[in-house]
């Protein structure tokens, strides 16, 4: 079936770049997403790519694929510490009624 | 503005007790999900309904049930045959049905955490 992989942690000093990686095998994925979630709260959409594009840039994000890869990766450049927060990368198939998570990064942003 | 409520935020049940969490939302969404998760898991998908009146079993449905009486509300019970109920439940809503518009994004609530004592 479908599954979604990602790390479980990483740690960067605050101002660095951080990259989130993400592995996916659904090979008919059309949307790849990238939500936060904050210490006790819901998950927001930072993004999204669709599956036909390399690269998106949106401010401080960009979001690479490689699609014969099924790899996505999240850069946050010039990183906050209020970017600390949990990671989920989910990818969505064209007739699929529902978004397979990963089991998120937890990115913490040392001062 | 616009959102998803969902409502409470803490809750403690005995074992054996049924509990019902509130969902509500005031998008005008037609599809509406609960999602169920536990420390480093991904989220789980409980149930989920496409339309009012209609709701289908996602991948761990058993232990759980739904109603969708209501385009705004989407309310979830743990039942006492859920063996592990002690979770983090996030409900969410999205405007297209099939998940097959522009982009299939969902819009989450706050959450509820609920203990098992």
């Known amino acids: 079936g479908e599954d979604v992989e990602q790390s479980l942690f990483l740690s960067v000093r605050e101002g660095d770049s951080s990259v989130i990686n993400c592995t996916y095998t659904?090979?008919?994925?059309?949307?790849l997403y990238w939500y936060k979630q904050e210490p006790g709260a819901g998950l927001q959409l930072l993004t999204y790519i669709f599956s036909n594009m390399d690269m998106k840039q949106d401010q401080r994000l960009t979001v690479l694929l490689n699609k014969k890869d099924k790899h996505l990766s999240l850069r946050i450049a010039d990183t906050q510490t209020g970017d600390s927060a949990i990671y989920f990368c989910?990818?969505?198939?064209?007739?699929?009624?529902?978004?397979?998570f990963g089991s998120g990064t937890r990115l913490l942003v040392r001062p | 503005d616009g959102g998803i409520t969902q409502s409470p935020k803490y809750l403690f049940r005995k074992e054996g007790q049924n509990v019902t969490l509130s969902c509500e939302q005031n998008?005008?969404?037609?599809?509406m999900y609960w999602y169920r998760q536990d420390p480093g898991q991904g989220l789980r998908l409980i149930y989920y309904s496409q339309i009012v009146n209609d709701f289908q079993k996602g991948d761990i449905a058993e232990g759980y049930s739904v109603s969708r009486e209501k385009k705004e509300s989407f309310p979830l019970t743990v039942t006492s045959a859920q063996k592990n109920p002690t979770a983090f439940y996030l409900c969410?809503?999205?405007?297209?049905?099939?998940?097959?518009?522009?982009?299939?994004?969902?819009?989450f609530g706050e959450g509820s955490r609920l203990t098992v004592l």
């Open positions: 989910a990818e969505k198939g064209d007739s699929s009624y529902k978004l397979i």
């Open positions: 659904d090979s008919s994925s059309t949307y």
């Open positions: 969410a809503s999205s405007l297209y049905p099939s998940g097959g518009g522009p982009t299939g994004e969902l819009f």
């Open positions: 998008l005008n969404h037609d599809a």
